[in-house]
């Protein structure tokens, strides 16, 4: 009967290292998507007896492995999902080899790694110094984060104070596209899902009507708002006018959040000015394991002043410190050390090199617009505003072409509606997506 003590762990190391030089190396052949995947029967079974450590990544290997989708391979392209860089993948595999509880600070270092790394991203960002925040396991729990923040104003404007009392204020939320995980925070806030006030968008845009918005701000006047501002929404990689959302709080009082779940990077793109004004918000939503290419899951929550967060996610006993811990500023109580990918990855390619992964991509994005619109059978549904490349067509059945592209393995790109229509979506965030590959896939899939 195999434990732990018994587990040969410089043989393990040897194997995954044999495997992870050899996955790398085959990246370009893996099966981009796997939708018929079914795993063996057997391997879902609880075992009387273990088979040890070895025999079990051997199994994974065997049985498991090879029904996994290649989404950080150059094939895939789908929803908006980054790739893994060799640094945040070392990053990675040494995070459990200390397995450090990261939501204390007072018996290590982890507290101030997690800190010092917000900074850094700060710096990357071109963001001020005093917003504050936490990691958190990707955009919706950090999304959960910022409108917690939001919610605790919103019961200081009407005298309550919600994180104690648990009263329930009136609050509206307003934006133009709002992405799912706002109405999924919203509800586990109790703010309830039906308080999301769909705002008109511009014509053709996801982007939301400045004008609609102001009217729309004058109706809500009775209770706490919220405004969710979009920096690159998933369907068409738009974003909203964020310094004319900016300047409408020197009219009305609102908590500002911005969703830049992805887009926020665009504030790596030289003389991009999309991100104008967005460091007025008072809570920010980035998600690191999209274009900051760290493994999943990794998320950031910014809050303007974030001295607010222990009020909310604060930790009462006696055998806690009394001073706030990174535990005391989201979610999660233990976690694993999520700081020491993105550190590694900051550190290992600079501001310089992760601006040249992020102008990649959007050249990358050009480029297969250009190639699969060439022929004229598949068009744009929407300009290429970022990274994000919105296909329809009028003479095949775009989804079914996407269906037979994902079941081929050559490429996956995600299915979605836009504006009644059927459309394919390539988001281009992985560093290592070979656009004219997956044009051609794309293409050879066409009626």
């Given at each position: 009967?195999?434990?732990?003590?018994?587990?040969?762990?410089?043989?393990?190391?040897?194997?995954?290292?044999?495997?992870?030089?050899?996955?790398?190396?085959?990246?370009?052949?893996?099966?981009?998507?796997?939708?018929?995947a079914q795993l063996p029967e057997a391997t879902m079974h609880l075992p009387d007896s273990g088979v040890g450590a070895r025999q079990a990544v051997t199994d994974f290997l065997d049985h498991i492995a090879p029904n996994l989708n290649g989404g950080v391979g150059p094939h895939y392209a789908g929803y908006v999902t980054g790739g893994v860089t060799p640094a945040a993948l070392a990053g990675d595999w040494l995070t459990p080899i200390f397995d450090t509880n990261a939501g204390f600070a007072t018996?290590?270092?982890?507290?101030?790694?997690?800190?010092?790394?917000?900074?850094?991203?700060?710096?990357?960002?071109?963001?001020?110094?005093?917003?504050?925040?936490?990691?958190?396991?990707?955009?919706?729990?950090?999304?959960?984060?910022?409108?917690a923040a939001?919610?605790?104003?919103?019961?200081?404007?009407?005298?309550?104070?919600?994180?104690?009392?648990?009263?329930?204020?009136?609050?509206?939320?307003?934006?133009?596209?709002?992405?799912?995980?706002v109405a999924k925070s919203m509800a586990i806030l109790g703010i309830g899902r039906q308080q999301l006030v769909p705002v008109p968008c511009l014509p053709n845009r996801e982007a939301v009507d400045i004008a609609a918005l102001r009217t729309t701000l004058s109706k809500h006047q009775d209770s706490a708002v919220i405004v969710v501002a979009n920096a690159?929404?998933?369907?068409?990689?738009?974003?909203?006018?964020?310094?004319?959302?900016?300047?409408?709080?020197?009219?009305?009082?609102?908590?500002?959040?911005?969703?830049?779940?992805?887009?926020?990077f665009a504030a790596l793109l030289p003389d991009d000015t999309r991100l104008s004004r967005w460091q007025r918000a008072d809570s920010i939503t980035v998600d690191l394991h999209k274009w900051l290419n760290v493994p999943y899951d990794s998320g950031l929550a910014l809050i303007r002043n974030a001295a607010v967060l222990p009020e909310?996610?604060?930790?009462?006993?006696?055998?806690?410190?009394?001073?706030?811990?990174?535990?005391?500023?989201?979610?999660?109580?233990?976690?694993?050390?999520?700081?020491?990918?993105?550190?590694?990855?900051?550190?290992?390619?600079?501001?310089?090199?992760?601006?040249?992964?992020?102008q990649e991509s959007v050249a990358a994005a050009s480029t297969f617009a250009q190639q699969v619109t060439a022929d004229g059978r598949l068009q744009l549904a929407a300009p290429v505003r970022l990274n994000v490349v919105t296909l329809s067509s009028t003479s095949t059945d775009i989804h079914a072409a996407g269906e037979r592209l994902a079941k081929s393995g050559a490429g996956f790109l995600s299915p979605a509606t836009w504006q009644s229509r059927p459309v394919l979506r390539g988001a281009f965030v992985n560093w290592r997506t070979d656009p004219a590959a997956l044009a051609t896939a794309l293409l050879s899939q066409l009626n």
């Amino acid at each position: 009967m195999p434990t732990p003590h018994e587990d040969p762990l410089l043989e393990l190391a040897d194997v995954l290292a044999s495997e992870l030089t050899s996955q790398w190396a085959e990246l370009a052949g893996r099966s981009a998507a796997r939708p018929d995947a079914q795993l063996p029967e057997a391997t879902m079974h609880l075992p009387d007896s273990g088979v040890g450590a070895r025999q079990a990544v051997t199994d994974f290997l065997d049985h498991i492995a090879p029904n996994l989708n290649g989404g950080v391979g150059p094939h895939y392209a789908g929803y908006v999902t980054g790739g893994v860089t060799p640094a945040a993948l070392a990053g990675d595999w040494l995070t459990p080899i200390f397995d450090t509880n990261a939501g204390f600070a007072t018996d290590g270092a982890a507290g101030q790694l997690e800190s010092g790394t917000i900074s850094m991203l700060l710096e990357l960002l071109s963001l001020p110094a005093e917003f504050g925040g936490t990691l958190t396991a990707g955009a919706t729990s950090a999304t959960t984060v910022g409108l917690a923040a939001a919610r605790q104003w919103a019961g200081h404007r009407f005298g309550v104070d919600v994180a104690q009392s648990g009263a329930a204020v009136p609050i509206s939320v307003l934006s133009g596209t709002a992405h799912a995980s706002v109405a999924k925070s919203m509800a586990i806030l109790g703010i309830g899902r039906q308080q999301l006030v769909p705002v008109p968008c511009l014509p053709n845009r996801e982007a939301v009507d400045i004008a609609a918005l102001r009217t729309t701000l004058s109706k809500h006047q009775d209770s706490a708002v919220i405004v969710v501002a979009n920096a690159g929404t998933v369907i068409t990689g738009d974003t909203d006018d964020l310094a004319e959302i900016a300047a409408l709080r020197d009219e009305f009082n609102f908590w500002l959040h911005v969703d830049a779940a992805f887009g926020g990077f665009a504030a790596l793109l030289p003389d991009d000015t999309r991100l104008s004004r967005w460091q007025r918000a008072d809570s920010i939503t980035v998600d690191l394991h999209k274009w900051l290419n760290v493994p999943y899951d990794s998320g950031l929550a910014l809050i303007r002043n974030a001295a607010v967060l222990p009020e909310i996610f604060g930790n009462v006993g006696s055998y806690l410190a009394n001073e706030p811990q990174p535990m005391d500023l989201g979610l999660d109580n233990s976690r694993r050390l999520r700081a020491l990918p993105i550190w590694l990855s900051l550190q290992a390619y600079g501001r310089a090199g992760i601006s040249g992964m992020i102008q990649e991509s959007v050249a990358a994005a050009s480029t297969f617009a250009q190639q699969v619109t060439a022929d004229g059978r598949l068009q744009l549904a929407a300009p290429v505003r970022l990274n994000v490349v919105t296909l329809s067509s009028t003479s095949t059945d775009i989804h079914a072409a996407g269906e037979r592209l994902a079941k081929s393995g050559a490429g996956f790109l995600s299915p979605a509606t836009w504006q009644s229509r059927p459309v394919l979506r390539g988001a281009f965030v992985n560093w290592r997506t070979d656009p004219a590959a997956l044009a051609t896939a794309l293409l050879s899939q066409l009626n």
